[in-house]
């Protein structure tokens, strides 16, 4: 079957940085992406990626290594505005994207 | 740009009535349009793709005469749940997306539809 696995719930500081991971397991791969979604609002797209490697947008990173089936999201400088969900989805080998059941992200001052 | 408005953002409505959601791509032609539901504290859960001018995809065990989807044109996609339940409550997304499949889906602000 095909599993997207990201930690529940995590706590990080105002200020600080954060690592959010992302194992999958899904019959092929198209891509990775990661998405935020503050608490009764819709998903907003952060960042996708196909290659391994390290992608840089500001405070947020996405990594990904298609070898070991694993993506992380790091957050620098962390507001409380971060506080939020976010969402790993990957496109398996039929382009159909494949989601996480998302990582509760807590900001404490 | 890439903005997908959602109307209504919340219906309250008693239980056997018909509600309609409006899913608009209002700066870009979208080629397919997604409809998810969303439980609390739950992820994303895909009902249907559906691709302009043709009939909508099902996911399994989403029955499509009770979620009826009609994807009109390239800016327009509509939802409507039929003789709605209290089971039926529950906050509906939907998302669109011009292109190739690696292309962000880019999602409305969602509906939440409380069923009395």
């Known amino acids: 079957g095909q599993n997207i696995d990201q930690p529940t719930e995590m706590t990080a500081t105002e200020g600080a940085i954060v690592q959010i991971n992302c194992t999958y397991q899904?019959?092929?791969?198209?891509?990775l992406f990661w998405y935020q979604q503050h608490a009764g609002e819709a998903p907003t797209f952060l960042s996708y990626n196909v290659l391994d490697g390290l992608e840089e947008k500001g405070r947020f990173s996405s990594f990904l290594s298609r070898s070991k089936g694993y993506s992380y999201l790091l957050l620098k400088e962390l507001q409380m505005k971060d506080s939020a969900s976010y969402l790993c989805a990957v496109l398996d080998s039929n382009y159909q994207l494949i989601w996480g059941a998302g990582t509760k992200l807590i900001i404490k001052p | 740009g890439a903005v997908v408005s959602q109307h209504p953002s919340r219906v309250i409505c008693k239980s056997g009535t018909s509600v309609k959601i409006e899913c608009r791509s209002l700066d870009f032609q979208a080629t397919t349009m997604f409809w998810y539901r969303q439980f609390p504290k739950q992820s994303l859960m895909l009902m249907a793709t559906?691709?302009?001018?043709?009939?909508?995809?099902?996911e399994q065990g989403v029955e499509k005469d009770k979620f009826l989807i009609n994807h009109a044109s390239l800016t327009l996609s509509t939802l409507t749940v039929t003789s709605a339940h209290p089971e039926d409550s529950s906050f509906y997304i939907c998302s669109a997306r011009d292109g190739e499949a690696h292309q962000p889906q880019h999602f409305g602000d969602g509906t939440r539809l409380s069923i009395l």
């Open positions: 559906s691709n302009e001018g043709s009939k909508a995809t099902y």
């Open positions: 899904t019959s092929g791969f198209n891509g």
